[in-house]
Structures are given as structure tokens and as C-alpha cells.
Nanobody, 121 residues
Framework: QVQLVESGGGLVQAGGSLTLACVRSGRPFRRAYMGWFRQAPGKERELVSGINWSGETYYADSVKGRFTISRDDAKGTMYLQMNSLKPEDTAVYYC???????????????WGQGTQVTVSS
């Protein structure tokens, strides 16, 4: 079993920055595809960014140029650096792990509990 725990959410003004972290524990999952999803009230959960075991990254168009994903497998941790935040980035952010890339949240086997990000205008 794999456990994921997010941290780093909070309240920030528009234009500000936050860094989310996702710590992975449990059984080794070295070639996992790791992703950050978010879900705003009344909206579907969407893939914001992802990274595979070799470091290849994916970004949704809405966050390209503002968010940066990274992973440190030695620490079992994935990060999401979020800059130039906008009110529309407000959501609960979840980290997830899967064997393969997918933008479909139902494809992911392991999820964290989520961390709230609120961007005020």
C-alpha cells in the first residue's frame, strides 16, 4: 500500500506564491507517475501537473509558465511550486500516484487527503 500526504496549502493574495509538498510512504513505488489534481467547488477534479519516474512533466494550459512540478525520490517527496497565483487557482489540491500517465482521476490508485489553496483577489 502507498500513502500520500500533502502539505503547504493556505491563503495567499493574487500574484503570490505557494509550494505544495506530497510525501509518499509505504511500499516502494519507484516508477510511479505522480500527479497534482485540483477540485474547485462545483467543478470536476482536474489534472494540473504530473511527472513520471524519469522526470518528464505535464502541465495543464491554465498553469503553464506559473507552476513547476518536481520530485525527490530519495525523500519520497513531490513538490508543486505555484507562482503568480490567481483567484481561479482556488481549489483543494490532491496528489495522486499511478503506474502510468493519465489525466483521468479514476485511473489513479492512490490519493492524498488534499490541501486547500485559497487565492484572494
Amino acid at each position: 500500500q502507498v500513502q500520500l500526504v500533502e502539505s503547504g496549502g493556505g491563503l495567499v493574495q493574487a500574484g503570490g506564491s505557494l509550494t505544495l509538498a506530497c510525501v509518499r510512504s509505504g511500499r516502494p513505488f519507484r516508477r510511479a507517475y505522480m500527479g497534482w489534481f485540483r477540485q474547485a467547488p462545483g467543478k470536476e477534479r482536474e489534472l494540473v501537473s504530473g511527472i513520471n519516474w524519469s522526470g518528464e512533466t505535464y502541465y495543464a494550459d491554465s498553469v503553464k509558465g506559473r507552476f513547476t512540478i518536481s520530485r525527490d525520490d530519495a525523500k519520497g517527496t513531490m513538490y508543486l511550486q505555484m507562482n503568480s497565483l490567481k483567484p481561479e487557482d482556488t481549489a483543494v489540491y490532491y496528489c495522486a500516484a499511478n503506474e502510468n500517465w493519465s489525466s483521468n482521476p479514476s485511473s489513479y490508485n492512490y490519493w492524498g487527503q488534499g490541501t486547500q489553496v485559497t487565492v484572494s483577489s
